[in-house]
């Protein structure tokens, strides 16, 4: 039965995290602030507020965070504990340039990701890092207007050859930016821009994937042994009836998903990108040069997250009936939620493996998948979140046979979370997906001690039977 195969040789479990929503310390040894810094606390039914400066008054969950900056080593030890062989995480641009402007990098930073990375290395993770993780320094949002500007190009790469530099030896696998195609759900998380029209979001994105591109070009022409890949927020559809009308709109919804793995695989954009742009009135403001960046800077492998699918429908009645709070898509009526009204989808993740292999035929990485819950922690300081176990359960069940049966080539699987940490959303802690439990609340208030959860050793033996257990 499959369901007792292990997964092949080598590959990587593990967990993931972003730097603003796990590292605290949002102002020590030279950390300049970043864009997640200015945002408060929201809820399901109130968005986060991102102020315009930072106010005395106000709490901001990030500056804390779960204090991985003065906790890492007892963290990566739990990680080491429960088997990890890989750890995803980001570095914080404004830990290494405080504004994004300084000709030269702050060694204070340097020095903590060669401490995280030494200690990962000591236990045999490997890590996986994100270059750019839903911030960016604040100074470039208030002076540039984030990625609206084609300044942040250059300085990016001044940022990501800075890193590469000095981390090629210690990191092999790299993604440039989180879920970069989520800069059409939220100019704010990913582009630094707090309200952007159709036209400066592509215009941004463009900027994005020009940084990209050149990153990857200088991590291949200098560090061979680097492979760079793209992350993807993993958006996927389904047509919500058989009506062809729904299967149309449900290409059409892919295809602004998708927009941006064409372009960052295949290294150009396609006819699809230039008939978008055309039906949108939209122009992109290239420069001579662009066609050949983005040709010399295609990325090696594909990451993505995976939480949900949604539903494509032609008709606005049944998309009035939405899934989640920003993406534009149906209720699927098959699939059940979580308290954050995300469908639960554990064979999706197949289909999503499938779609992605086949479109690019580039190696994929899960990195992101998991439930966020509340969890109750009881009096003996156990927390029992069978549902959690079961979420991951069917989900990596789904993984094997893409993998097992299907031939997927699947470098890594890492769960959303290691330790509880900051929703990114919402800013609340009470939405946990880690298997580590950190004693804090909505309020900043809590020990910061951590306790591990019934699905911490339900993982462990996962990883340590290389997913024959489950
Ligand atoms: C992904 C992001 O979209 O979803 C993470 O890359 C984020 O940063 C995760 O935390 C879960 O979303 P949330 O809002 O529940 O934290």
């Known amino acids: 039965r499959l369901i007792d195969l292990k997964m092949p040789k080598g590959f990587l479990w593990g967990g993931a995290t972003a730097a603003n929503q796990c590292e605290g310390g949002w102002n020590e040894d030279g950390k300049g602030p970043s864009t997640a810094d200015i945002a408060t606390v929201g809820s399901i039914d109130k968005a986060r507020v991102y102020t315009s400066k930072i106010e005395d008054d106000l709490y901001y969950p990030n500056h804390e965070a779960v204090d991985f900056f003065h906790r890492y080593k007892e963290d990566i030890a739990l990680m080491a504990e429960m088997g990890y062989k890989c750890y995803r995480m980001s570095i914080a641009w404004t830990r290494i340039f405080p504004t994004g402007l300084e000709e ?72 440039t930016f989180n879920e970069i195609n989520s800069a059409i759900l939220s100019s704010i998380f990913s582009l630094g821009i707090r309200e952007a029209s159709m036209q400066e979001t592509y215009q941004a994105s463009h900027h994005q994937f020009l940084a990209s591109a050149k990153a990857v070009k200088y991590a291949h022409d200098n560090y061979p042994r680097v492979k760079v890949g793209m992350m993807y927020g993993g958006i996927f559809s389904y047509p919500h009836t058989c009506n062809p009308e729904d299967v149309m709109a449900c ?34 403001d290239m420069n001579e040069e662009d066609e050949q960046i983005l040709l010399d800077g295609k990325v090696d492998f594909i990451a993505f ?42 064979l999706g993740l197949r289909y999503a493996l499938n779609i992605l292999y086949d479109r690019y035929q580039l190696p994929l990485m899960i990195v992101e998948n998991g439930l966020g819950a509340i969890d109750e922690i009881d009096n003996n300081m156990e927390i029992h979140d069978l549902y959690r176990i079961d979420y991951l359960k069917k989900h990596i069940i789904e993984m094997k046979k893409a993998v097992l049966q299907d031939g997927i080539p699947l470098l890594a699987y890492t769960t959303w979370g290691t330790t509880d940490i900051i929703a990114a959303g919402t800013g609340e802690m009470k939405k946990r997906y880690g298997q580590i439990y950190v004693d804090r609340d ?22 340590e039977s290389n997913g024959e257990f489950l």
Request: with cysteine; net charge positive.
């Open 104 to 175: 030269s990098p702050n060694e204070a930073g340097l020095q903590f990701y060669d401490n995280v990375f030494d200690e990962l290395i000591k236990y045999g993770i490997e890590p996986i890092v994100t270059m750019c993780h839903y911030e960016m320094p604040l100074y470039l949002m208030d002076n540039y207007n984030g990625w609206k500007s084609r300044k942040l190009v250059n300085l990016f790469e001044k940022y990501a050859k800075t890193i590469l530099d000095r981390y090629n030896s210690k990191v092999k696998y790299w993604l």
């Open 251 to 284: 290409e059409k919804d892919m295809d602004r998903y998708l927009y941006f793995p064409n372009t960052m695989c295949r290294g150009y954009y396609d006819r699809k990108a230039k008939s978008f742009w055309k039906n949108n009135g939209i122009k992109i």
């Open 305 to 346: 997250s995976y939480y949900m699918t949604m539903c494509s429908s032609a008709s606005i009645e049944v998309k009035m009936n939405l899934v989640g709070s920003s993406i534009d898509g149906a209720e699927n009526p098959y699939l059940s939620k979580t308290d954050w009204d995300l469908s639960i989808d554990p």
């Open 442 to 463: 909505d309020e900043g208030n809590g020990t910061l001690n951590r306790y591990k959860k019934d699905s911490f050793y339900w993982y462990k033996r996962v990883i």
